[in-house]
């Protein structure tokens, strides 16, 4: 989504949305860090078994160690896409923060 599209839908809400919006961003980025961190464990698991067959006996690798090395590929993609997609609600939540101070800063002024 772009910026800008994004700053209009959000500036189109109410503040009581902003901040149901804001707390969705946080639970995302928390669902999102602890997928990441699964990933990052998932592929030390199989780089390790991986770089253990390799350098002890690199003729002996079978089927399950093709299998592993298709998996460290799909795990580095889905590692890509997760913190990508953090970085979109983390966007999100500092512009929605943004937004909110806006708002709490026009409050007390009156209107000229």
Request: proline share 1%.
């Given at each position: 989504?772009?910026?800008?599209?994004?700053?209009?839908?959000?500036?189109?809400?109410?503040?009581?949305?902003?901040?149901?919006?804001k707390?969705?961003?946080t639970?995302?980025?928390?669902?999102?860090?602890?997928?990441?961190?699964?990933?990052?464990g998932?592929?030390g698991l199989?780089?390790?078994?991986?770089?253990?067959?390799?350098?002890?006996?690199?003729?002996?690798?079978?089927?399950?160690?093709y299998?592993s090395?298709?998996l460290?590929?799909?795990?580095?993609?889905?590692?890509?896409?997760?913190?990508?997609?953090?970085?979109?609600?983390?966007?999100?939540?500092?512009?929605?923060?943004?937004?909110?101070?806006?708002?709490?800063?026009?409050?007390?002024?009156?209107?000229?």
């Amino acid at each position: 989504m772009k910026n800008r599209t994004m700053l209009k839908e959000l500036s189109r809400l109410r503040t009581s949305d902003l901040l149901v919006s804001k707390m969705d961003c946080t639970k995302s980025i928390a669902r999102l860090k602890s997928i990441q961190q699964a990933l990052i464990g998932l592929l030390g698991l199989l780089i390790g078994s991986l770089a253990k067959v390799l350098l002890t006996a690199p003729e002996t690798m079978g089927l399950i160690n093709y299998v592993s090395i298709g998996l460290v590929l799909y795990c580095v993609i889905g590692y890509w896409i997760v913190n990508g997609l953090g970085a979109n609600s983390a966007a999100r939540k500092e512009l929605i923060c943004d937004l909110l101070t806006l708002r709490m800063n026009r409050t007390g002024k009156k209107k000229a």
